[in-house]
T-cell receptor, first 113, second 116 residues
C-alpha cells in the first residue's frame, strides 16, 4: 500500500523567511502533485511533477522531485502572509490509467507578520 | 476557465437517510473521482470512474455507496443510509483529456455533508 508522509505537519514562519516542506512516498511513482487548500475550500493545483529531477517554480514556491529517493520538496522563498494555507502532496503510482491520488497528511503553513 | 462544479455546497441529513451528491466534471475529461476529507484530516480516495464503470474503489466505498453518470454530464455519489461518521467534505475531481493523460486532477469546491 502506498504511503505518503509529509513533514512538518505544522509550520509557523515569519514573513520573509525561507522554508522547505518534505513529501516522502513509499513506492515507485512517476507522478507527484502539490495542492494548496485554504480553510473550508477546495484543492487548488500548484505543481505537476512527472519525472526525476523535475523542478517547477511559481512565484515564491518551488517544487522538485527525486524519484530515486522517493522525495519531493516544496520550497518557500521569502514567505508572505498570503501563502498561509494547508499544502498537500499527492502521488499517483501509475501512468495513463484512472489511478487514484494518495494524499499526504498535509502541512499547515502559517505565515506571521 | 473550465471547472468542476458540485451541488449542494452544504447538506445536512439525518442518520439513516439517503443523500445524493452531485458533480459536473470538466466536459472533455475522461476520469472522474470522489474523495472525502474528514474535518482536519487528509484527503481520502473513495472511487474512480472511467468509461462508465468503476475503475477502483477504496475500503471506505462499501455497499452503502454508489456512483452514477446518468446523462453524460453529471456524476453522482449516493450514500444509501448515512451514518454519523459519513460527515465530511466530499470532493469530486476529474482529469485526463485524450492525449493528455498525465494532467493533474481538478477538484470541485466540495460538498460539506453533516449527518445528525
Amino acid at each position: 500500500e502506498l504511503k505518503v508522509e509529509q513533514n512538518p505537519l505544522f509550520l509557523s514562519m515569519q514573513e520573509g523567511k525561507n522554508y522547505t516542506i518534505y513529501c516522502n512516498y513509499s513506492t515507485t511513482s512517476d507522478r507527484l502533485y502539490w495542492y494548496r487548500q485554504d480553510p473550508g475550500k477546495s484543492l487548488e493545483s500548484l505543481f505537476v511533477l512527472l519525472s526525476n529531477g523535475a523542478v517547477k517554480q511559481e512565484g515564491r514556491l518551488m517544487a522538485s522531485l527525486d524519484t530515486k529517493a522517493r522525495l519531493s520538496t516544496l520550497h518557500i522563498t521569502a514567505a508572505v502572509h498570503d501563502l498561509s494555507a494547508t499544502y498537500f502532496c499527492a502521488v499517483a503510482p501509475h501512468t495513463g490509467t484512472a489511478s487514484k491520488l494518495t494524499f499526504g497528511t498535509g502541512t499547515r503553513l502559517q505565515v506571521t507578520l | 476557465e473550465p471547472e468542476v462544479t458540485q451541488t449542494p455546497s452544504h447538506q445536512v441529513t439525518q442518520m439513516g437517510q439517503e443523500v445524493i451528491l452531485r458533480c459536473v466534471p470538466i466536459s472533455n475529461h475522461l476520469y472522474f473521482y470522489w474523495y472525502r476529507q474528514i474535518l482536519g484530516q487528509k484527503v481520502e480516495f473513495l472511487v474512480s470512474f472511467y468509461n462508465n464503470e468503476i475503475s477502483e474503489k477504496s475500503e471506505i466505498f462499501d455497499d452503502q455507496f454508489s456512483v452514477e453518470r446518468p446523462d453524460g454530464s453529471n456524476f453522482t455519489l449516493k450514500i444509501r443510509s448515512t451514518k454519523l461518521e459519513d460527515s465530511a467534505m466530499y470532493f469530486c475531481a476529474s482529469r485526463g483529456q485524450v492525449g493528455l493523460l498525465n494532467t493533474e486532477a481538478f477538484f470541485g469546491q466540495g460538498t460539506r455533508l453533516t449527518v445528525v
